[in-house]
């Protein structure tokens, strides 16, 4: 699977596939519980109403907790939980 989207996903309308492209995330796979981050690099995050919520970045004092993205560790791209399908 190649999913290198290094673009901006808001760049000028072109890459409006990409934005609707859905990613499903099985989280019972240690794999991909490992490979995708809160946006500060914790596995710990768990799906909350609409978004993601981050235990590891709630005990620290000022992170905030309530994610809209996830991290790829993969590639480094920052995925709209818009895009996210829980399995
Ligand atoms: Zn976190």
Redesign the pocket.
């Known amino acids: 699977m190649s999913r290198t989207e290094s673009h901006s996903p808001r760049a000028d309308g072109s890459s409006t596939e990409d934005r609707r492209r859905i990613i499903r995330i099985d989280r019972t796979d240690p794999i991909q519980r490992m490979r995708w981050r ?1 946006p ?1 690099n ?1 596995t ?2 768990e799906p909350t109403n609409s978004h993601a919520y ?1 235990a ?2 709630a005990r620290h004092v000022g992170l905030d907790p309530e994610h809209y993205e996830l991290l790829d560790a993969r590639t480094g791209e920052r995925v709209s939980w818009a895009r996210i399908e829980l399995e």
């Open positions: 809160c500060n914790h710990t995050w981050c590891s970045c």
